[in-house]
């Protein structure tokens, strides 16, 4: 069920570092640079995990679900916004239906991971317990 | 700059090395730079962009593991029976009392977590009641879980201490240490780099192992696994490759899951209640109940271990009364007619709406392929069901699966057999892991993951903070690296040109070709879906000596690029996994987990006997392969 590339969308990234190449976790977006367009290199290995599709910036990367398993015609795609993703789903039907769900009740990119906690004791190295485990864990 | 016939070297030394960007790898991260004093270093490395990296990389729509007002010991009983009672209660009871933290720091991080109805506003740090969707899961609207975990562990390491798409291939011992670990060699994916890198402590932790069997779609569709394709077991592999102790590598997982998508069904059957049937509409889980009888205490606790609710699932499908469907439509009827009793047709027509969305947004959010499969063949789960599947084996130590490294365990539970020092160090001096890496536990999932990481984490510091004097000598000179790491670039260089197309060439095998004959190996000697994961001694024998010509034509694998060259490393570890199951299941002379594998031979359970751990280990010069029992103890008391 691989993801493909709009070519008449990609622009390349504009010769920066792709974004969607970037963020792939298996490493199978990539760029092509005789077209300066990216593209799916290997779709029988695509988890359609959609990292590409919420990341590219011209929108321009879908998903087919794969043609040995699921009929053509049925479409799924999520518009990222800040703190929600809006879902768009089609059946083969015609039938349509969206959906919007929160993401994250803080902005990306404004995480403080340790603020307001603890410095670690040293002291406690040897204890169970993180360093911001308030007083002493339990035991069988 | 390096070219793919001569890669730069580049060295980098620090304190401690975390291998993998994965939940478990976020955790430890976290944890480490908090006790880590000033000055030690900690560099974490992912093959991947840690954003959207490891198994959570779509979202997930549950935290399977937060504890509440739960006690741990009940979580390790539970943990135990749902693996057919080999777990080491140390581990899990240990996770159980550490892991609610890790989710209070989620929620504070930004992830939504669904509340009870009043205590909206209200942080679970501060009594605020999630909605459960079983007695250890709770509901989240999780489709950024992976970035917002990632982003924490990012700013708590330092942009510079961290490397994406670099891929750890092999570890290195310490040249003047017996069974030490001293570092790790990587390849870049984007520049002709090998990395070497030389650390006091590693903690090693890419997640678990799909791909092993030869999965159920045939073309595009071999991508779509349940666990995702890029977990391919290099923690078991390489630790594997340096002497550590492996445990419970007969334990595989062999999820059911909406068939073709592979959506998780936790949610539908323990938040929506639904009910799964046969072609003739019976409900066999009630119809073979008398099965679960053969397997005492396991199928008799009030909820059935995972492999024994397959076992019956499969009954009925070997007897032809397949298909197997999930009654997504009859529970979300159920539900609204409820709404409609509750307040009314009008007002129903609100809450119904929002029925619908949650039933979309457990796949969007999680598992998204399924959806497509949804729309595809326009089932809207309130009308329609949906089939369901046993899929394909996987291998694993967070999930439902149990298999990984045997590591120490803490200081104030572990017996004296189950603690050597650190807690979560293998038997490999130096070299921690967590999460999917460790084994004899399971159940730990994305936040038991973390909070597993957490632990590993300050474990390291401790260690490093121990060992200050230790300077890592790797065995291997920098240039024996390189030609270790490249040697699928030199078969590809040393024999192009022989034929007119690169696609067939005698004197290599191509990465997806060596992956095709391991999972061909794999499906039809040790019990994947073409067997209906029956399995005997003798295909065992014989798929352990197919396994050995295989890893002598893995030292043919060619790799033409950089990406050939990721895959070629990561089926040379998948095979090492294969290998593994294969002498373990041959070792273990029961049937533990039946519904996952059955060994003709011996089907049925061996209390007496087997009632323990199977441990393997593989020496570092000769590559000979040892398994062997370790006796299981239970800490906590199980017949409650
Ligand atoms: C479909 C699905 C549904 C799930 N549902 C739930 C759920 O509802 N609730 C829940 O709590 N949990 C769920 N889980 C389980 C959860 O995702 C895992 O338990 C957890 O992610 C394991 O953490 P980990 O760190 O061990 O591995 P991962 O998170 O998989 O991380 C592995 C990391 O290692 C990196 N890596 C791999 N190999 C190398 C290498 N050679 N060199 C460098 N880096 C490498 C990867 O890029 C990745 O960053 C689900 C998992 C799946 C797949
Ligand atoms: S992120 Fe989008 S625009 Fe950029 S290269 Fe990829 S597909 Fe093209
Ligand atoms: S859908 Fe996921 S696996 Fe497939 S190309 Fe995009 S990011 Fe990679």
Known sequence: MPSYVLSDRCDGCQGREPVCAQICPSDIMTLDPEHNRAFNREPDACWECYSCVKSCPQQAVEVSACADVVPLGGRVFPQCDEDSVTWSVQLRNGVNKQFTYPTRTIAEGAIAPYAGKPQADLSKIDQAGFFTTVGKLPTP | ?640
């Open chain 2, 1 to 640: 700059m390096g070219n793919l016939a001569n890669p730069e070297i580049v060295q980098i030394d620090t304190d401690i090395l975390i291998i993998g960007g994965g939940m478990a790898a976020c955790g430890a991260a976290y944890e480490a730079r908090a006790w880590a004093p000033e000055g030690m270093r900690i560099l974490l490395v992912d093959k991947a962009a840690l954003a959207r990296s490891g198994a959570v990389a779509m979202g997930l729509s549950a935290i399977n593991v937060y504890l509440g007002d739960e006690d741990p010991a009940d979580y390790a009983r539970m943990v135990a029976n749902d693996l057919m009672g080999i777990t080491r209660d140390d581990l899990t009871y240990d996770l159980g009392r550490h892991v609610d933290d890790s989710v209070h720091l989620f929620e504070e991080w930004g992830l939504p977590i669904w509340k009870q109805p009043g205590d909206e506003g209200k942080s679970l740090r501060e009594g605020g009641q999630p909605v459960r969707s079983g007695r250890w899961q709770i509901m989240i609207h999780g489709e950024s879980y992976k970035p917002i975990v990632a982003e924490a562990a990012r700013k708590a390491l330092g942009e510079e201490n961290i490397q994406e798409h670099v891929q750890i291939v092999k570890l290195l011992l310490d040249a003047n240490h017996d069974n030490r670990i001293c570092g790790a060699i990587g390849l870049s994916a984007r520049t002709h780099t090998v990395f070497v890198y030389t650390a006091k402590a590693v903690l090693l932790a890419a997640g678990g192992a799909s791909n092993i069997f030869r999965p159920r779609a045939l073309g595009e569709g071999t991508g779509r696994t349940w666990y995702p394709p890029w977990s391919a077991g290099s923690t078991y592999a390489m630790a594997a490759e340096v002497g550590a102790e492996l445990t419970m590598m007969e334990n595989r997982f062999v999820p059911t899951r909406f068939k073709d998508g592979y959506g998780p069904v936790g949610a539908w059957f323990l938040h929506y209640q639904a009910k799964a049937t046969n072609c003739r509409g019976n409900l066999y889980m009630t119809t073979n109940q008398h099965l679960l009888d053969d397997y005492p205490p396991y199928g008799q606790s009030e909820v059935p271990a995972t492999c024994l609710r397959n076992h019956l699932m499969l009954h009925e499908m070997r007897d032809g009364r397949g298909p197997i469907y999930i009654r997504t439509d009859t529970a979300l009827q159920a539900r609204a007619r409820l709404h409609e009793e509750q307040v009314g047709q009008q007002r129903a027509q609100a809450l119904n709406a929002e029925l619908e969305a949650h039933a979309w947004e457990d796949f969007l959010g999680m598992c998204t392929p399924q959806a497509g499969v949804w729309a595809g063949e326009n089932i809207e789960p309130e009308k329609s069901p949906s089939e369901l599947m046993p899929t394909e084996p996987y291998l694993l130590g967070s999930h439902a699966g149990c298999c990984g490294l045997w590591v120490s365990g803490p200081a104030d539970i572990a017996p004296p057999e189950w603690q050597w020092g650190y807690r979560s160090m293998t038997t490999v001096e130096g070299l921690f892991s967590a999460g999917d890496g460790v084994g004899a536990s399971g159940h730990k999932f994305s936040s038991g993951s973390h909070a597993e990481g957490r632990i590993a984490g300050k474990a390291m510091v401790k260690y490093c903070l121990d060992h200050a004097d230790f300077t890592p000598t790797p065995q291997q000179s920098p240039a024996q690296c390189v030609d270790a790491v490249y040697a699928p670039v030199r078969v590809y260089l040393e024999n192009k040109g022989y034929a007119t197309s690169d696609a067939v060439n005698p004197h290599w095998i191509r990465p997806d070709m060596l992956l095709k004959r391991l999972q061909k190996i794999m499906d039809e000697y040790v019990g994947g879906v073409s067997t209906q994961y029956c399995v005997n001694d003798q295909m065992m024998r014989t798929a352990i000596d197919k396994l050995q010509l295989l890893k002598e034509d893995a030292r043919r694998v060619r790799a033409k690029d950089l990406h050939e060259l990721m895959r070629a490393w990561e089926t040379t570890h998948r095979i090492l996994v294969g290998e593994a199951h294969a002498r373990h299941m041959l070792y273990r002379k029961e049937t533990r987990y039946p519904g996952f594998y059955y060994n003709m031979d011996h089907n049925f359970i061996d209390e007496h006997n087997w009632k323990c751990f199977v441990n393997s280990k593989i020496d570092p010069t000769t590559g000979e392969w040892r398994c062997f029992q370790k006796a299981h103890q239970d800490l906590i008391p199980k017949s409650l």
